[in-house]
T-cell receptor
Framework: QQPVQSPQAVILREGEDAVINCSSS?????VHWYRQKHGEAPVFLMI?????EQKGHEKISASFNEKKQQSSLYLTASQLSYSGTYFC??????????????FGKGTHLIIQP | NAGVMQNPRHLVRRRGQEARLRCSPM?????VYWYRQLPEEGLKFMVY????????ESGMPKERFSAEFPKEGPSILRIQQVVRGDSAAYFC?????????????FGEGSRLTVL
């Protein structure tokens, strides 16, 4: 079941904040966030495991609410380099790798000077 | 440590031909995943392999598509008798642990165009 991401696209000015949401209709074990620039490979940002944790990575952080089966990615004081498409990937299994991640359709983030 | 290497980067085939996409995982990585990406779509899981074994091929079409990851050499995604709908970017990712608990390292992708 593909997770649903919102918004589909967002345009910001440098220095502004953004929130990208990812929700699933099924119980999740983990949520993964990746960023892909046009024509390039997706690059890993972070993993959040079941347990409602929150993680941070420079000015990019994320939360995972397992009860709501939702995760949010927070980008604060956005920089031009943050532009790209953000994907959340979800997994319903508790380890063992019996299933590949299921990715959402992505959120396009455009940062303008 | 070189990253995940995919080749060819671009491949053009006529309908009915075969396409072979190769993926060399990062050194020390025994878990390989193949994903397909269409414009404005997410990465769609196709198959998950460990050395010499297919662990999960639930995302791969039953016909014309096959994947392998031999003991020696790269992982190969093979598409027989290609059709226009196979045109897409195919990404390979590798990891040292199962991808649901660790980071996936993606290659640059192979872009298949079917004429």
């Amino acid at each position: 079941q593909q997770p649903v991401q919102s918004p589909q696209a967002v345009i910001l000015r440098e220095g502004e904040d953004a929130v990208i949401n990812c929700s699933s209709s099924k119980a999740l074990y983990s949520v993964h966030w990746y960023r892909q620039k046009h024509g390039e490979a997706p690059v890993f940002l972070m993993i959040l495991l079941k347990g409602g944790e929150q993680k941070g990575h420079e000015k990019i952080s994320a939360s995972f609410n397992e009860k709501k089966q939702q995760s949010s990615l927070y980008l604060t004081a956005s920089q031009l380099s943050y532009s790209g498409t953000y994907f959340c990937g979800t997994d319903m299994y508790s380890g063992g790798g019996a299933d590949g991640l299921t990715f959402g359709k992505g959120t396009h983030l455009i940062i303008q000077p | 440590n070189a990253g995940v290497m995919q080749n060819p980067r671009h491949l053009v085939r006529r309908r009915g031909q075969e396409a072979r996409l190769r993926c060399s995982p990062m050194k020390g990585h025994s878990h390989v995943y193949w994903y397909r990406q269409l414009p404005e779509e997410g990465l769609k899981f196709m198959v998950y392999l460990q050395k010499e074994n297919i662990i999960d091929e639930s995302g791969m079409p039953k016909e014309r598509f096959s994947a392998e990851f031999p003991k020696e050499g790269p992982s190969i995604l093979r598409i027989q008798q290609v059709v226009r709908g196979d045109s897409a970017a195919y990404f390979c990712a590798s990891s040292p642990v199962p991808g649901d608990i660790g980071e996936l390292f993606f290659g640059e992708g192979s872009r298949l165009t079917v004429l």
